[in-house]
């Protein structure tokens, strides 16, 4: 009767496994897209993007999750939607809601995956129509560093109001792999949502971000947040090191066939099984992820950085000793750091050593010289014609 009555009943915690956030961070960079062409067209990557959000959604009830579009002049929400209130519309802090005037009544679908489909494909098709064409001609990058700000910033309230678990995980950068590895002295201590970023990029070099794409990589390992990034085009030094630092995966299709020199051709073939990487390389969260073997463990990262001059990728530079600022040239006449205004000691660096000019030795009369014979002394007589 104690089983049935449910007056003496224990109160028994939450043993299962934590909900997940999974934020994506979509690059819709105009000029990208547009070399891309038709081999790869944005409306079949978000469709494939679509699929594998009910994926996610599917495997655990309690999942959630958030698209933040990476454009040319701006970061802007694709889910949840942000609304301003009238009251609020200066300047406090945003309201975000799952609806954009609701989606349209389909039985055959199921109400959450046509609602986020709804807000997604509405918020982004109105940012594509209000895009300025100046703004392309003025900034033809995107804002990587800060749709990739705010991601952690979402993160960070949500796990804040998010209910906790007993069960908890641990990254372990020594492990190498990025894996998050369960300890034992982590599994009894409370854990609350468990959270990943993926960042599908098409952009090219982000070398005028250095400084604000470091400082969210260090926000996002001291979350203990991976961040996967699936390549599509080109090749991103900062992202690469992202997911090395973060413990995340960095996929790059158009690197996959090296044997092609046309990256467009090689994308468009590998775009075919672009819902087959997501699902099988950036679905399992990271509970599963140290169970399984996983996509671009044993690719070279390249750990180059940008100079605080010019924004150039440098082999080799010169470092601040006092703010570690990197610099591809020395930094003036005057040795003068130009980040905090530290006068620095080059030395004779890029001095010409001075060459002194060898003195040739007077030989004296009989003194053996180099080619062996005896020098006389009587001088070379004179020609006379």
């Not at 009830?61 to 802007?76: D, F, G, I, P, R």
């Not at 989606?103 to 109400?111: A, F, G, L, Q, S």
């Not at 997604?120 to 895009?131: A, D, F, M, W, Y």
Request: glycine share 8%.
């Amino acid at each position: 009767m104690k089983a049935v009555d449910a007056t003496d009943r224990e109160a028994q915690a939450d043993n299962g496994v934590p909900a997940s956030l999974l934020t994506i961070i979509l690059d819709t960079n105009p000029h990208a897209w547009a070399l891309l062409g038709d081999t790869l067209p944005l409306s079949k990557i978000v469709a494939n993007l679509l699929v594998f959000i009910n994926a996610h959604l599917a495997i655990n009830n309690a999942n959630k999750v958030a698209v933040v579009a990476s454009h040319t002049q701006k970061a802007q929400w694709l889910y949840p939607s942000p609304h301003i209130p009238q009251d609020q519309a200066n300047g406090n802090d945003i309201a975000m809601t799952d609806t954009a005037q609701g989606p349209p009544e389909d039985p055959n679908k199921y109400r959450t995956f046509a609602q986020i489909e709804h807000t997604l494909t509405t918020n982004l098709r109105n940012l594509i129509s209000t895009t300025d064409p100046t703004d392309l001609i003025n900034t033809p990058s995107t804002m990587t560093a800060g749709a990739l700000t705010m991601a952690l910033a979402h993160i960070s309230k949500t796990a804040l109001s998010a209910p906790t678990t007993t069960r908890g995980t641990t990254f372990n950068p020594s492990t190498g792999t990025g894996a998050f590895t369960t300890t034992d002295q982590s599994t009894s201590a409370p854990q609350g949502l468990t959270s990943r970023i993926l960042i599908v990029s098409v952009s090219g070099d982000l070398s005028s971000q250095y400084i604000p794409m470091m400082n969210a990589i260090f926000a996002a390992q001291r979350l203990r947040c991976p961040v996967d990034v699936l390549k599509l085009a080109g090749d991103t030094v900062f992202l690469q090191q992202a997911a090395d630092a973060t413990g995340g995966i960095y996929l790059n299709l158009s690197a996959a066939s090296s044997s092609d020199t046309d990256s467009s051709s090689d994308t468009g073939r590998n775009s075919a099984g672009i819902l087959q990487h997501l699902l099988s390389a950036f679905l399992p969260d990271s509970t599963a992820r140290q169970h399984l073997y996983l996509p671009g463990q044993t690719t070279a990262v390249d750990f180059r950085a940008a100079c605080f001059c010019h924004r150039r990728i440098v082999d080799i530079g010169f470092v601040c000793s006092i703010c570690l600022s990197i610099f591809c040239e020395p930094v003036g006449e005057e040795g003068t750091c130009l980040t905090c205004g530290t006068e620095l000691g080059i030395g004779d660096y890029g001095k010409k050593p001075v060459v002194v000019r060898r003195k040739k030795k007077k030989r004296l009369p009989g003194e053996v010289g180099r080619e062996g014979t005896p020098a006389s002394g009587a001088g070379t007589p004179a020609y006379s014609g």
